[in-house]
Structure formats: C-alpha cells, structure tokens
C-alpha cells in the first residue's frame, strides 16, 4: 500500500521534522541567511513573495534555478520551491537542483486546468494546499507528503486560512462519528479516496501532517492557526513585507514553539513595528483568488 | 519514572508515543523548572540551528547541561547534533554533553535521505534496527569514554557515553520501541 512503503515514509519523515517550527519565504540569500539566523526550520525560495506576484499580474512560474541554488548554499537548513500546478517538468527540474520540498502551489499561474502533478513519481516530498478534507485526501492520494491550508496568499489577512483549517479539522470529526456503512457515501460527496477516509475514522487526522499557510503577519495569527490544529506555520509575504523582519521572524518562531503560552505570546507581540499592511478579501475580484486554483 | 522530552519543535510527539508504549510518563519541557520531576531527557529530531536558538530563548541551556550531569539524555538526528562536544564545518552553539564530532547532513540533501538495516549490538547480542535517516548527521570520531553501539555500512549511528545516548537516525519513526527501551533501562541503571 502507498502509504506504508518506505519511499513515502521518508518523505513524510522530513514534513515530522518540521513540526512546531515556522517556513519561511525568501527571495535572496540575505533574506535566507536572516530567515536561518531567526530559528527558520526551512526556507521557500522564491523569485518574488506572494504580495508582490498579486501586485504584478502576469503568469508566476517557478524560480530561476540559479536563484534558489543561491539560496540553497546559503543555508543549512531544508529548501522549498515552488512549481504550477500540474506542472510535472517544473517539478522535474526541482528535484535535478536537489530541492528538499516542492510545493506544488496555488500562489503560481497553474499549468494543467485537469490535474495535479502524480507526486508518487518523484523522490522529493510535495507539499499542496487544500480548501478542505476532500481536497487534502485527493492531493494525499496523489503522493504529497504534507497539507497545507491555502488560506489567501500575499494578503497579510488570516481569515481564509481559518476557514480552510476549520473545515478540515471540523470534516475529520465527522468522518469519526459515521458509521462504516456511510463512509463509501462520504467518498463520493467528497471526492477522496475511501481507504484514507476508512484511515481516518480509526486515527482521527488525516495520514500526513498538516500545516498552515495563507495570510499569517503576526504572532497572534501563528498562535491562532496552532490552536486550531496546524502543526507549523508557512509564513510567506508577512516577514519580509513587515517593517522588521528580523525581529517579526523571530517573534513568530518564539510563538510557535509556546503557543499556548499567552504570556510569551505577549511578549512575542510587542514593539514589531508595522506588520504588512494586508488586503480586505472581499476586495478582491472572484477571479485573483488564489485559493480557487486547483481541484 | 517520568521522561522529559524537549518539546521545543521537532518530532517530540513520536518520542511520547514510543515512551507512552513503554508505559513511562511524559513530561514535555519547554521551561527550566519542568525538568525537576524528570529522570532522564530526549532531544527530539528537528532542526539543530533552530533547537539550540529556541533552548537558548526559553533559558534552557544551562538547567539541561546540570540535568545532565545526574540524569541520562537521549538525543536523535538533531538531539545528537545539539549534544555534540564539535562540529565539523559549521558553527553552532551545542549542549557538548557527549565528546563526539559530528557532519551535519552529511549524506546530502533531502533525495538522499533513507531507510535501511542499522546493526546493533547489546549486551553482547548482535541485532537489526530499521534506520530511518533524514538529512541525516555523520558521527566523524569519538572520544574515548564513547562506545560504538550501532553501525550502518561503516558509519557509527547509535553511540553512547556514561550519561548520553544518540543515534543518527531516528527509532521513534518507527513502531520498535527497543532503542527507547534501552534509554529506559539506562536510566533504571543509572538511579
């Protein structure tokens, strides 16, 4: 079975690893470098952040190999990027340049209106997003190796991750109290496999880790997203667009790791200047959400 | 008996699991004075550049260094590197509880991470362990208070010291509970 052979548990071995940390998104070497120095347990290398591909338009492909192999000397630490959905040779050329993760993301122009990239080919772990459980189990049967929520990229507003967090975790309460009997009902409407929602039903979380991502810029929101069942936290435009990067990312980090801990929380929080300045969701048109790329 | 188990960030959870099975309570450290009610340590898997900024931010340090000197401390893939006296080619802030030099990611990157046979040999008796290495560390020399305990290929994976026992790869991502087991028993021996 998949999910039991050794070439997938190595790959949701490293997604353990990254449990209780904070990944963030950088577009150069110093960025990496102060990303590292803040206690990063990875970095998405990335041409431009997400706030900046939604102000620019135009097609957003994967990065210039060079640059994320800039990156990738800069730091000790695990190296993400990003490739279209569906778009395999993307992915392909990741894995040449011995990328460590590949997200498979919404945040760029997808390549393939049909399909996901087939995950099981590849040696390196895939993260995907997902709006909700029926989504995650589909990218999970596909091969990845991590879920992420979408939430709403490069708008420094919680709100969509929220929802798609919610919707997950509330989906997988559900699927613990149907009877067997309801569970090939429950495939069909959510469009997932029923061995993983059989999977489900017996350990109470979907089989790979699942984090958030899409909209967090403070440490509140970090505190949030773990409270609400994300195991570590994707932080994209928040840091470098914020007033102090170093000092934010270093804020958010502290919070994950003591997120329940309102008083170190608190003071995570203090005197970080102007987060980024985020984006009202409902201003923006139906057609530039990120989150309804993919399927 | 009760086992601390740094719960900075990492895979801390794993480790509660496998000590869960073993029946052993679980303290999770996140604060110097947790450690008081514990009577040994494990240093998860993770990131080591993160873990040592994180004990150094929660004012871990120190307590964990004197922890040590009384109570045994087990260490996996990150929790080796963190308990390491040196490090090769690069500069981190480690705990120096066992006198060991070690390679970070010293097979490659993420691709060449693996699963295969570790040999290990207890009280006399030769035995397999599934490895599970993941940008896994390299142990490069040993002191000689240090003893070879497991080996993969020619490489020494699982070592340990009078207080301190690591591995490179990581027991707790798997369902044997025998290398925790030890962990256990070394510190039934050492009270």
């Known amino acids: 079975m998949l999910h039991n052979g050794s070439e997938f548990r190595k790959k949701v071995a490293l997604a353990e690893m990254l449990k209780g940390g904070v990944i963030m998104d950088v577009t150069d ?32 492909r994967m990065s210039d190999p060079l640059l994320i192999k800039e990156i990738q000397n800069a730091v000790s630490i695990p190296v993400m990027a990003k490739c279209r959905i569906g778009h395999f040779a993307e992915a392909q050329i990741l894995e040449a340049i011995g990328i460590d993760f590949i997200d498979e993301s919404e945040v760029l122009t997808p390549a ?3 399909y996901h990239i087939d995950k099981t080919k590849f040696s390196v772990p895939f993260v995907c997003g997902c709006l909700n459980l029926g989504e995650a189990l589909r990218r999970i049967a596909e091969g990845a190796a991590l879920i992420r929520t979408k939430g709403e990229a490069g708008t420094g507003n919680i709100i969509e991750a929220v929802r798609h967090m919610r919707a997950v975790q509330s989906e997988i309460k559900r699927v613990q109290i149907l009877g067997d ?34 909209g967090v810029a403070t440490p509140a929101d970090a505190s949030l997203m773990m409270q609400l069942g994300a195991e570590t936290i994707f932080v994209g435009s928040g840091i470098f667009k914020s007033d102090d990067p170093e000092k934010r990312a270093k804020a958010i980090v502290h919070t994950v790791t003591h ?9 995570a929080s203090e005197g970080l200047g102007e987060p980024m300045k985020g984006i009202e969701i409902e201003t923006i048109p139906d057609e530039q959400r990120l989150q309804e790329r993919g399927w | 008996m009760k086992i601390g188990i740094l719960a900075l960030q990492g895979d801390f959870e794993l480790h509660g699991r496998m000590l869960s099975t073993l029946s052993v309570d679980v303290a999770y450290i996140r604060k110097p004075d ?15 550049t993160t873990l040592t900024k994180l004990m150094r931010g929660a004012g871990l340090f120190d307590p964990i260094v004197s922890f040590a000197k009384n109570n045994p401390v087990f260490g996996t893939c990150a929790g080796l590197i963190v308990l390491a006296t040196d490090l090769v080619n690069y500069n981190l802030d480690t705990l120096g509880l066992i006198d060991l030099s070690v390679e970070r990611n010293a ?27 993941i940008r896994a ?55």
């Open chain 1, 112 to 114: 393939d209106e049909s």
């Open chain 2, 107 to 133: 097979y490659g990157r993420q691709i060449d991470s693996f699963i295969d046979s570790v040999e290990f040999c207890i009280d006399g008796k030769t035995d397999f362990f599934e490895g599970v290495f």
């Open chain 2, 34 to 48: 947790q450690l008081n009610s514990c009577n040994g340590l494990i240093i998860p898997g993770g990131e080591s």
């Open chain 1, 259 to 267: 997120y329940m801990d309102f008083i170190e929380v608190a003071k």
């Open chain 1, 29 to 60: 070497a110093d960025q990496a470098k102060i990303a590292e120095d803040s206690g990063a347990v990875s970095v998405m290398a990335l041409e431009r952040i997400p706030a900046d591909i939604r102000r620019d338009g135009g097609v957003a």
């Open chain 2, 137 to 191: 560390p390299k142990i490069v020399t040993i002191g000689e208070n240090v003893k070879v305990l497991g080996t993969h290929d020619d490489n020494m994976v699982l070592v340990e010291s009078e207080q301190v026992f690591v591995a490179t790869f990581h027991p707790e991502l798997t369902d044997d509970v025998r290398i925790h087991q030890y962990f256990v028993d070394k510190i039934r021996k050492s009270r």
């Open chain 1, 181 to 214: 009997e309801e569970l090939v009902s429950l495939s069909k409407n959510l469009g997932a496999p029923v061995s993983l929602i059989r999977e489900i039903k017996e350990t109470g979380k979907i089989p790979v880790p699942n984090f958030a991502a899409g």
